[in-house]
């Protein structure tokens, strides 16, 4: 995306990368170890840095693609759940009285069973 908008707009795009990018790939802060990992190893086998912001564990694109049957069952499931309430009368006004019908079904207590 970045390399279509820089062929598109390079002004934008080193605009971008002087305001945006550059400030947050450095720290005010002096390297930990200046020497580096290339020769020797690094910190006792720890392979996360010290990011202070968000650092996301795991994304949706990675849960799904490591698990594509759960995937296609879920997107099936919802893909005929949205043509039944789609067609379901021909018209959302039947859909959406089917899912209230639903809602207080849920909402109304249940009988009590008989005592044995």
Known sequence: MVSTLNRHFP???DWMNRSVMAPRQVR???ARHREGAL???GEDGHVHG????H??????YPRASLH???TAALLSAAGFTLLA????GGNAATARHRL???RQARRSPRSPSPPE
């Not at 010290?50 to 912001?53: F, L, P, Q, V, W």
């Not at 309430?85 to 379901?88: A, G, N, P, Y």
């Open 11 to 13: 002004a934008l795009v």
């Open 28 to 30: 005010d802060e002096p």
């Open 39 to 41: 020769q020797a190893a």
């Open 50 to 53: 010290s990011y202070e912001g």
């Open 55 to 60: 650092v996301m564990q795991s994304s949706l």
């Open 68 to 70: 594509p049957v759960a």
């Open 85 to 88: 309430l789609m067609s379901s």
């Open 100 to 102: 209230s019908q639903l």
